[in-house]
């Protein structure tokens, strides 16, 4: 199995890969870097930031005080996780029967629900937006779980249809046999199977939600409005703006990167869609 | 397999999402077809007659709506060759033998993380900018002439942000892929010597042809309404360059605030949609039992 | 004994304490939501609005956005009764048209200290729809040129005091063009939008002559009056711009006058308050500033702008909203601003009072400048020809958002290099047929 390779064939492997990667990552990087500058040091030559300037937090000082950072925080971790689990709980049995009782047009069906994603968010805003209002859910996070839970749910059924399939019928066949309810079969036998792949679409699944930025700029004006809106205050500048962007930027995608990286294995895998083994 | 028992209770297990879809597609949408026949300007209140074919008509003949089918396949098709290719590439070399893959991997997934109107503004700002990003920096270090991105290459300057927010996602899928090859075969034509080339293309990559088409559906689905790196950036020009089809209707129903030529623009946009939807699917299907 | 009078004061207390509920519950603590443009005097006034909640017991959400994206959300929820905002920053352009539609709250009423007569009689009226003020001004702006003394000096220039014309002042952009230290002639406006770029290209027009339509509302955008001030604009960018101008706004611009990058910059005389701030600027101390340029008139050669702040009819808190605007925008703003951030940062541009008080006028060394500018611009007659449309930037019909911002595109496309300027004024003038036509206004 193993192949033998040279050392050098490895390190250089391990530069080439290194280099595209760091490459990859460099954005991310950068900015936070900038996050640490004064705005006068931020838009220096590259070079020139990096040896030559002293480092602050001036920059994240100034953003928490002008927006309230941890009412958007707080706004975007409920509609990404509200949305997520909302979504699991109408996904999970329509996946599983698809899985498990496939009919003739069950793969039509879902090829439908994959279809409903491609319809441009921008042709249904003003409808949505009158519905919304007469519903008095307008600028509020409940109407924001919905609408993202809608949209996110093709996705999720489809994720979780790829996983459940993975899972051999003749278990359930087994447990059917010892005459398990289908309430029972599906708690102690599906369930414990399919929770890796259950994670990682619920990961995926507050990534997406969490950096969708068209609903819930449109949708929110001030209570509801998560950080997507806090970014869209910082999209032109006023004088100096590198260090403060840099460092609202930072805080809109720490979190998310963060648990990302904490969970990397489950994510990787929901990254796949579910789709390769 | 299935008693008729455990099919009633399917029906009744996947009809909440079936029904909820099928409003979320269905009320929106026929809302978005009546506007479509009605004169309705948000800006000139009052009575909304209807208009017939008007707004199709306007829709259909304005300048820009050429532009934007252009520009529309040229961001999707851009931006699924390079992720396609340079995934392809970059999860060969991570598929290597190397020290520190689980660290390379990490550091080359963070583009996706990153919401798109962030990634719109880093780039724009920190990057791309002629004389404060760190390109024109480089390029003034150099004794060039910074290249003014957003004027000189919009659509590329777009395809290119867009492509690194994708990138990560295709070369995992690829990567995935690659990885549950069956490494006897490949040393099995190792040995009857076949070159790497050949290797490649007549091993890997045929193994690698679903992961590829999942790519592509997946990515098209995301790209067809890419929005928010266009109104950061560009806010869609300069003129009509980097207009695509959902930044015109934007345009058309929150810009000149007339709903129903906007909304016009969404039915033809959802026409469209349906027929690329359509041929995915079928060539997804394909490969889906596969 | 002790512990009767100890009954009594507390029903004294009890009864006091129910006066003070009964004057609370006539203005309840309530939150309301603003929604504003990231422009640096509304993000003072974000700052000090914890004074106003401190004294009223009200509190403040902000919505804080991009001029485009403001524009869009505010029109759309205005448009569509969605109630989500209780106070919306708007321009000289929205208040009439949305005050006549009947989308804004009339704010005549505003109190007896407001002083209604302190406020500059040209920004009142460009505020209101027959007669009725539908929006209360913030700052008022006219344009006038920034161009660094210490430059000019170096050049040998002199300025003049008569206004010049276009022509002159491109060879003094010329003269003191000098890209390699980093100094490029002049930075204009060159995003696109109707309130970027065309807020630069409308009073270069007027300047040339042109205008958008003529008496029968047909578009004149093909007219050669246009083709020579684009053509103008083009070079003067090309030649003695920075590189990248298609993606500079007045903010972008701003920063990279005050950042030392800029020899000339024509735009809001509300900038002042900025480039002349110490804190924000480096050239304060080496900045002046002339009119406008003319060419073949001197109409129109300033434009006029005003943001304000208006109450939609949609809002559910209409007095604790009216309350915020007294305050922000009273007498006593202006002093809280001058005493807390210097008085260089005033607003500037809507009353007397501001321009009465010594420490503004000395703080503001341009001052009257920008005062004779605003009472000079003239939305009512702003173009050589005559037109049936009043504005000196922009034309205050609600079709010409759309119209400005289509041929702000096309003009920034020409100034990419990806068009001629002949390509771009004949798309504009196509697009402008259509929509005025679409509207009725022509056949």
């Known amino acids: ?277 | 397999m299935a008693t008729k028992a455990s099919r009633s209770a399917a029906r009744l297990m996947i009809s909440p999402a079936v029904v909820l879809l099928l409003g979320w597609m269905l009320v929106p949408l026929s809302l978005t077809i009546y506007f479509s026949f009605l004169r309705y300007n948000l800006i000139t209140p009052g009575a909304n007659p209807f208009a017939g074919w008007d707004n199709y008509y306007w829709f259909l003949t304005d300048p820009s709506f050429k532009a934007a089918m252009a520009n529309t396949l040229l961001l999707v098709g851009g931006v699924l060759l390079i992720t396609v290719v340079g995934g392809i590439l970059f999860a060969l070399l991570l598929d290597q033998p190397m020290w520190g893959q689980g660290i390379i991997r990490i550091m080359a997934i963070a583009p996706f993380f990153v919401m798109p109107t962030v990634s719109g503004l880093v780039w724009k700002n920190m990057f791309m900018n002629p004389v404060n990003g760190i390109f024109g920096h480089i390029a003034q270090g150099l004794g060039l002439q910074p290249l003014d991105f957003f004027s000189q290459i919009p659509l590329l300057s777009i395809i290119l942000i867009v492509s690194w927010q994708w990138l990560p996602f295709a070369t995992l899928i690829l990567l995935t892929a690659l990885q549950s090859l069956d490494q006897e075969q490949l040393e099995a034509s190792e040995m009857d010597g076949a070159g790497s080339f050949s290797r490649f293309l007549f091993i890997m990559l045929p193994h690698m042809a679903r992961a590829i088409t999942v790519v592509i559906l997946i990515q098209t689905i995301f790209l067809l309404s890419i929005f928010a790196e266009i109104l950061v950036t560009t806010n869609g020009g300069p003129g009509v360059s980097t207009t695509n089809l959902t930044y015109l209707i934007y345009v058309s129903s929150l810009l000149q605030f007339d709903v129903g030529m906007g909304s016009a623009g969404g039915v033809i946009a959802i026409i469209l949609a349906n027929i690329v939807a359509i041929f995915l699917m079928r060539m997804i299907g394909k490969n889906l039992d596969a | 004994m002790r512990s009767k009078s100890l009954i009594r004061k507390n029903r004294i207390l009890i009864g006091a304490s129910a006066l003070v509920s009964v004057a609370a519950t006539a203005s309840v603590a309530e939150e309301i939501t603003i929604a504003t443009v990231n422009n640096s005097d509304m993000i003072i006034m974000q700052e000090l609005s914890s004074k106003w909640e401190e004294q009223t017991g009200h509190s403040v959400e902000w919505v804080v956005l991009e001029e485009n994206v403001l524009r869009q959300r505010v029109t759309t929820d205005i448009a569509t009764d969605g109630g989500s905002f209780d106070i919306i920053t708007i321009g000289a352009y929205e208040a009439p048209i949305w005050g006549g539609q009947d989308w804004l709250v009339a704010l005549e009423d505003l109190g007896d200290d407001y002083d209604y007569g302190d406020i500059f009689e040209p920004v009142r009226n460009g505020l209101s729809a027959d007669g009725t003020l539908y929006a209360v001004p913030f700052y008022a702006e006219s344009s006038f040129t920034f161009y660094r003394t210490d430059l000019f000096e170096d050049a040998g220039i002199e300025v003049p005091s008569e206004q010049m014309t276009y022509d002159e002042f491109s060879e003094i952009v010329a003269m003191v063009h000098d890209p390699d230290n980093g100094v490029y002639g002049t930075c204009q406006r060159g995003k696109a939008g109707w309130g970027e770029n065309m807020a630069f290209v409308g009073p270069l027009v007027n300047a040339f002559g042109g205008r958008w339509f003529d008496m029968g509302w047909n578009p004149t955008i093909d007219s050669s009056e246009w083709k020579a001030a684009i053509n103008y604009y083009v070079d003067l960018m090309n030649n003695f711009g920075p590189p990248g101008a298609t993606a500079n706004g007045h903010n972008e611009n701003r920063a990279l006058f005050a950042d030392g990058k800029c020899a000339t910059w024509v735009d809001a005389t509300s900038a002042a308050g900025y480039i002349f701030n110490p804190d924000e600027s480096s050239v304060h101390d080496r900045t002046g500033f002339f009119q406008a340029p003319k060419q073949v008139t001197d109409k129109g050669t300033g434009w006029f702008w005003a943001w304000a702040l208006a109450v939609p009819k949609s809002s559910q808190k209409v007095e604790a909203a009216k309350e915020f605007l007294a305050w922000s925008t009273s007498k006593e703003y202006v002093e809280l601003v001058g005493e807390t951030k210097g008085w260089v940062a005033a607003p500037p541009g809507t009353r007397q009072s501001t321009y009465d008080n010594a420490s503004y006028v000395e703080a503001a060394p341009f001052a009257a400048t920008v005062l004779n500018s605003i009472l000079a611009a003239n939305p009512a007659d702003a173009t050589k020809d005559p037109v049936p449309y009043t504005g000196v930037q922009f034309v205050a019909i609600p079709e010409f958002q759309g119209i400005g911002n289509y041929v702000g595109q096309q003009i920034s496309a020409a100034l990419a290099g990806q068009q001629s300027v002949d390509q771009a004024l004949a798309n504009s003038q196509q697009f402008a047929v259509r929509e005025m036509t679409k509207a009725g206004y022509i056949n």
């Open chain 1, 1 to 277: 199995m193993a192949r033998n390779v040279t050392t050098s064939r490895k390190s250089i492997n391990t530069i080439a890969a290194g280099a595209l990667g760091f490459l990859m990552f460099f954005p991310v990087l950068w900015i936070v870097i900038l996050s640490f500058k004064t705005e006068g040091n931020a838009i220096k030559a590259p070079l020139e930031i990096l040896l030559n300037t002293g480092w602050t937090t001036e920059s994240y000082g100034a953003v928490q005080a002008r927006s309230n950072y941890f009412k958007h925080f707080s706004n975007s971790l409920i509609i990404s996780l509200g949305s997520t689990f909302l979504g699991m709980l109408i996904a999970i049995p329509a996946a599983w029967s698809m899985a498990f009782v496939p009919a003739k047009r069950t793969k039509n069906v879902l090829m439908w629900m994959l279809s409903t994603k491609m319809l441009p968010p921008v042709g249904v805003l003003i409808p949505i937006y009158l519905i919304f209002r007469d519903l008095g859910i307008l600028d509020t996070r409940t109407g924001l779980v919905i609408v993202l839970m809608l949209i996110n749910l093709p996705i999720i059924v489809w994720m979780l249809y790829t996983y459940f399939r993975e899972i051999p019928g003749e278990i359930l066949e087994a447990a059917r046999m010892d005459g398990a309810s289908l309430r029972e079969e599906v708690i102690h036998v599906l369930v414990p199977m399919a929770i890796p792949g259950m994670a990682s679409t619920v990961l995926l699944n507050v990534i997406l939600a969490w950096n969708e930025a068209f609903w819930t700029l449109n949708l929110t004006a001030a209570k509801a409005a998560p950080l997507t809106a806090f970014i869209a205050s910082y999209s032109s500048p006023e004088g100096l703006f590198y260090a403060k962007l840099s460092a609202a930027s930072v805080m809109a995608i720490a979190p998310i990167l963060i648990m990302g990286w904490f969970s990397q294995k489950q994510l990787v895998r929901g990254l796949t869609f579910g789709a390769v083994k």
